[in-house]
């Protein structure tokens, strides 16, 4: 065989526009007079790595923010992504000081006693560059289709001295300016007219740039080349900013490589698009979002986590994530609170900036000062630094640890291996080690897709589940029913516990497979096929019984051990209780 091309899709540049608001403690339009003071005389801003000046600019829709633009730049590599958000740090800072100077205070959008709070709610605007009309359809309708996970991961909430609202994006709520993405069918100025009018029709506005996504860029911004996207509300910090700058990048990447394939985008249904765009900016990364399912129409709805959709969009990133070198580092603010909050059974993870200011808060009720804040945006380094992950190695180090070395993981991709072709037959080893004509075993997602029809026969429950115990390692489905909606979750556990007669209760946390419990639960799996062992006893007994379990090592007679629950839950008169449920799986 004989290599004749290779493609790689090198990513193009981006324009950022990163926003803040600003507050003039008792003046009730003290902030858009100082805005626009600010706008006539603006400080000097440092030059990006391109060489071109930043500048800072204002909207006419919010009078009381504004933004720091990069101009086109380009985010190839860590070195480059690197001084981008060192110089991007240094602008705001130097925007910081003269705000202070006039009187006023440069703080993150949100600060809910600001006079009027709507006239500081800003995005951080990514534009991206294409290079013709169809890299511009593809990437708009790609961005349009993982438009809620975007919202719940990068939503930003109203805050004050009693700490920060719940809920997702509380510019998105408020806003009467931008509406949800249209499916583009094609760029050709005669198809953007009828999405014109079809504007005119839903919303009663015309314009395209009112969409999350503006195919057609945002002018104001002078981007009017660029695709701009619109769905993460403005950072805190500029390290946030730069993590959505990369997500946004691989988004451009891929959409490059379904533009070259010859491949499009598949049209969500629009209803769908907005049911699930609405619970993202209502509840964020709490929000349980519907599975597109119009191909199989016979099956009822089903949901997700929209921390597990953040999850899977990772997972879809990753080669291009690679390709552009990304860092453990770089990707932490946005991965790494969503995964530890997804898999650890302990709560209080910061997943992004707005449980960030929340445990701010609840550490020092005076962290959202507006005076402390100020403070902050005036740093270089601060406005750099990981505040997520230095937060969630405070809650929990040894989660964290691992979360880092999960994620490095993912980035660094399977080992290559060697071509061994050359060698003899008698050294070469089969590419399988399973029968053949016997199927690869089920991941722990694809077990949980299967249970998830509808009237599954108790024999293909059974077949489902050992194809999952041919897997190595340890069977743990407590993370993967995490990340699924509540009610899925304790649906899929109630098909997966056996009956009553082949359930045992345990009192206490297991020495050996010798003693009387665990040896009755291996002869009913013996006998059925699968047990079931309970334990509900105190809280803080829990760890005993995971750790007894790991300290008996693997059931006799190739039966495997499968976790179903592992989870704490208040009882009568606020006592912690603790419940720890293991599957016995006979082959």
């Known amino acids: 065989m004989t290599l004749v091309a290779l493609y790689r899709s090198a990513p193009l540049r981006q324009r950022i526009s990163k926003g803040y608001s600003v507050y003039v403690p008792g003046h009730g339009r003290g902030a858009e007079e100082l805005v626009g003071s600010l706008l006539a005389g603006p400080p000097p801003l440092p030059a990006g790595p391109s060489g071109q000046p930043h500048t800072v600019r204002g909207s006419a829709r919010a009078r009381a923010a504004l933004w720091v633009d990069t101009g086109r730049v380009s985010l190839h590599d860590p070195a480059t992504r690197a001084r981008t958000a060192e110089a991007l740090a240094v602008s705001v800072a130097r925007v910081a000081a003269d705000v202070r100077r006039r009187g006023g205070l440069l703080l993150p959008t949100g600060w809910q006693q600001q006079p009027d709070p709507l006239a500081g709610l800003c995005a951080d605007l990514h534009s991206a560059e294409v290079l013709n009309p169809v890299q511009r359809e593809v990437f708009t309708n790609l961005v349009r289709e993982h438009t809620a996970s975007l919202i719940a991961l990068g939503g930003r909430q109203l805050y004050g001295p009693g700490g920060v609202a719940p809920g997702g994006s509380a510019r998105l709520s408020r806003s009467f300016d931008q509406v949800s993405t249209r499916y583009l069918d094609s760029c050709a100025p005669e198809h953007l007219e009828r999405v014109r009018t079809r504007l005119r029709q839903e919303e009663r506005v015309g314009r395209l740039e009112v969409m999350d996504v503006s195919p057609l860029g945002m002018p104001e911004a002078q981007a009017g080349e660029d695709v701009t996207v619109r769905l993460f509300d403005a950072q805190v910090t500029v390290a946030g900013t730069l993590a959505h700058a990369l997500l946004v990048q691989a988004l451009s990447m891929w959409s490059r490589d379904l533009e070259r394939t010859g491949r499009r985008v598949r049209q969500v249904p629009q209803f769908l698009l907005e049911q699930n765009r609405a619970r993202a900016v209502a509840h964020g990364l709490a929000a349980e979002l519907r599975v597109d399912q119009t191909r199989r129409t016979e099956e009822p709805p089903r949901t997700q986590s929209a921390g597990r959709a953040v999850r899977t969009l990772l997972s879809e990133l990753l080669p291009y994530l690679r390709q552009l070198d990304a860092t453990t580092d770089e990707l932490a603010p946005l991965f790494l609170g969503v995964e530890m909050a997804g898999s650890a059974a302990a709560s209080g993870f910061v997943r992004n900036e707005n449980d960030l ?181 105190p809280a803080q007994d829990r760890a005993r019984v995971r750790e007894a379990l790991r300290g008996m090592g693997r059931a006799p007679g190739g039966v495997r051990t499968v976790l179903l629950t592992d989870t704490n839950y208040t009882a009568r008169e606020d006592e912690r209780r603790g419940t720890v449920e293991v599957l016995l799986v006979a082959p």
Do not use: I
């Open 357 to 537: 200011l929340a445990h701010w808060h609840r550490e020092d009720r005076t962290a959202l000062a507006p005076e402390r804040l100020a403070q902050g945006l005036a740093s270089p380094d601060w406005l750099t630094a990981d505040h997520c992950g230095a937060s969630n190695r405070a809650v929990g180090h040894g989660s964290w640890a691992a979360a880092r070395v999960w994620l490095t993981d993912r980035l660094a991709g399977p080992a290559p291996q060697p071509d061994r072709r050359h060698e003899a037959q008698r050294d070469r080893r089969p590419e399988s080690r399973r029968e053949p004509g016997r199927p690869a075993p089920l991941t722990a997602d694809q077990l949980l897709d299967r249970l998830a029809r509808p009237d599954l026969p108790a024999p293909e429950v059974m077949d489902a589940l050992r194809s999952y115990c041919r897997a190595g390692g340890t069977l743990d489905l407590t993370r993967p029913l995490r990340s699924r909606g509540r009610d899925e979750a304790r649906a899929l556990r109630r098909v997966l516990r056996p009956r009553a007669g082949q359930r045992v209760r345990c009192e206490k946390p297991p020495v050996s497979w010798d003693d009387a419990t665990a040896t009755r639960a291996l002869r009913a799996a013996g006998e059925q096929g699968v047990a079931l062992m309970h334990w509900d006893l």
